[in-house]
């Protein structure tokens, strides 16, 4: 809720006559706008009303095409929240019920270890071009490795990227969207190759022997090795 700087400047009258002024300043503002805003009762407060629906819908599924990032965010009871950045072609939309994204290996295997524990996961995309748009998807999720008798019929959906090591499969429980009138125009210049190649220039058993070391997260939680 965001409170007008000069909504408690004045007297009782002078307070009126700007509460007057300032509404009709706020509605040519806002006037023409195709999202939905309410002025709220009280001088001073606006509010942008966020949608929830159950499941993905196409119109959901085309906006998360488009984009080229992602963002996820896990916790456990106690300890650290993960919120992560996600890049790469490694999202996508199997149901309107459930997605899911692969994983390449990194610093840390957070999301794995909250997920095992807790099971919470939020995952949000920006458009940052027209319209100005934030999707949330709240879910249930879990890690589907490699060895697990999932992963065949789940990779299938993918092109697998260099350092993969596992895939993350969602049942959505909720989808948020809200106005996202405060996210910047950006544009992509280009991916960043850095990470795959990095897994790409470790001979295969080095790799898997050092998968298969990270069997904790930064809280202690445990992880299964890929």
């Not at 000069?6 to 006037?31: C, H, M, P």
């Not at 095409?65 to 790469?88: E, V």
């Not at 895939?167 to 795959?196: A, K, Y």
């Not at 790409?200 to 790799?207: H, L, R």
Request: proline share 5%; with cysteine; charged share 25%.
């Amino acid at each position: 809720v965001w409170a007008a700087p000069w909504a408690e400047r004045g007297n009782r009258r002078d307070r009126s006559v700007s509460q007057i002024r300032a509404r009709g300043r706020w509605a040519s503002l806002f006037r023409g706008r195709s999202a939905k805003v309410a002025l709220n009762g009280e001088f001073g407060q606006i509010s942008q009303m966020a949608e929830f629906t159950e499941t993905l819908t196409d119109k959901h599924a085309e906006m998360i095409g488009r984009q080229p990032i992602f963002f996820t965010a896990t916790a456990a009871a106690d300890g650290r929240i993960n919120l992560s950045p996600k890049g790469y072609d490694a999202f996508r939309v199997l149901s309107p019920r459930q997605v899911a994204y692969l994983d390449l290996g990194g610093s840390g295997n957070e999301t794995h270890a909250h997920l095992s524990v807790d099971g919470r996961i939020t995952i949000m995309f920006c458009n940052f071009d027209r319209p100005a748009l934030i999707l949330r998807i709240y879910g249930k999720g879990r890690a589907v490795l490699p060895q697990d008798a999932e992963w065949e019929a789940l990779a299938a959906h993918f092109t697998l990227l260099p350092g993969t090591r596992q895939i993350f499969l969602i049942d959505v429980e909720s989808v948020q969207t809200s106005c996202g009138w405060g996210v910047p125009f950006m544009t992509l210049e280009r991916e960043r190759d850095t990470l795959q190649k990095a897994h790409t220039q470790i001979e295969p058993d080095a790799w898997v022997a050092r998968a298969q070391g990270r069997t904790t997260s930064i809280d202690g939680l445990p992880t299964r090795p890929t």
